[in-house]
């Protein structure tokens, strides 16, 4: 963000950069307001602006010698080109060395309570043309149904025998089981 502000401030700036911080800012801004209270996958509402920022970065970077020259009265513009670039490199090594592994461990482990644990289990034991009802976390296996119904594997929520008997009678030539987390059984 830092080098979107260089943009701002650089000596070319461009009625284009004051638009595009303006648009990015206006988001910040609406959703300042919204009531959604939730903090899933960081702040994704604010990707709608990732484009601006990253037009505004690259300006800011682009803009840097100017700056350099105008504001520090700096000659050797070569000089300056290559500290950018080591520190641009720095940067880049810095942010990936510690945001990465944090993400990864983050995204991948547990997060909300969605696993593979049923969709692992399930391709263990080579299960195929089934409804599976599920009893752990239905949100972990939820996007692997079709949205027709129609795919080898059906994933159901555990609603009770009363409700699993209107499924299993829809898809009478299924095999039936019960999943919880990684505990797969037949279906009585």
Not at 70 to 75: A, C, N, R, S, T
Not at 156 to 179: C, H, M, S, T
Request: hydrophobic share 50%; aromatic share 16%; charged share 15%.
């Amino acid at each position: 963000m830092i080098f979107a502000l260089l943009s701002i401030v650089s000596p070319g700036v461009k009625i284009w950069d004051l638009l595009l911080l303006g648009s990015a800012s206006s988001l910040s801004f609406a959703h300042f307001f919204y009531w959604f209270q939730d903090w899933c996958f960081g702040p994704r509402f604010m990707f709608e602006s990732t484009i601006a920022f990253i037009i505004l970065t690259a300006r800011g970077i682009i803009a840097l010698p100017d700056i350099a020259r105008e504001m520090f009265q700096v000659k050797n513009m070569q000089k300056v080109k290559g500290i950018i670039a080591i520190f641009l490199v720095l940067c880049f090594c810095i942010g990936f060395s510690s945001n990465l592994p944090a993400l990864v461990k983050t995204y991948s482990s547990n997060y909300w309570g969605i696993n593979g644990k049923v969709q692992k289990a399930v391709k263990n034991l080579c299960i195929e043309n089934a409804v599976i009802f599920v009893r752990s976390y239905y949100g972990s296996v939820f996007a692997e149904n079709h949205p027709l119904l129609d795919s080898s594997i059906i994933y159901v929520r555990d609603l009770g025998d009363e409700k699993n008997k209107q499924i299993k009678a829809k898809f009478p030539d299924r095999q039936f089981y019960i999943a919880n987390e990684s505990s797969i059984v037949n279906y009585p």
